[in-house]
């Protein structure tokens, strides 16, 4: 797997090279992909700076028992719409216990935690 040095949070890659992670760039963030499934989003960017950490790939149904393991999960500001929450949830870098709760996250993903990684919808076929 190649590093670039632009990939914030690289212990994370660390810890899933079990399962031969592939990063793709999106958005001037990195997804995480094992297998067919997105399982995190990295981010640390200039803007919106309570966006920065690891944004995990969920759904709606799995919030209570996450926020269980994770007491500083919260949604995704940046992809809010008015004040509903939002499907991915994050661990913000700027939390004291960010490191440890990503290291969870990722020994949930090597555990094979149903609760994280979305299979993403495919894209739409250009049309000629």
């Known amino acids: 797997m190649p590093r670039s040095k632009n ?3 690289p212990f994370i890659l660390d ?8 990063i793709n760039p999106m958005f001037g963030c990195y997804g995480v992909y094992v297998g067919e499934r997105i399982i995190f989003i990295l981010r640390e960017r200039e803007t919106h700076t309570d966006c920065n950490g690891v944004w995990i790939a969920t759904s709606y149904e799995h919030h209570k028992s996450l926020k269980k393991e994770f007491s500083s999960l919260t949604s995704v500001s940046v992809l ?8 991915w949830q994050m661990l913000q870098s700027e939390n004291d216990d960010f490191e440890e ?3 969870r996250a990722c020994e949930l993903v090597l555990k094979g935690d149903k609760r994280i990684g979305k299979i993403p919808k495919p894209k739409k076929k250009k049309k000629k």
């Open 7 to 9: 990939i914030p949070f």
């Open 80 to 87: 809010n719409e008015g004040s509903r929450e939002t499907a």
């Open 15 to 22: 810890y899933l090279l079990p399962l031969e992670p592939r």
């Open 101 to 103: 709760s990503a290291i």
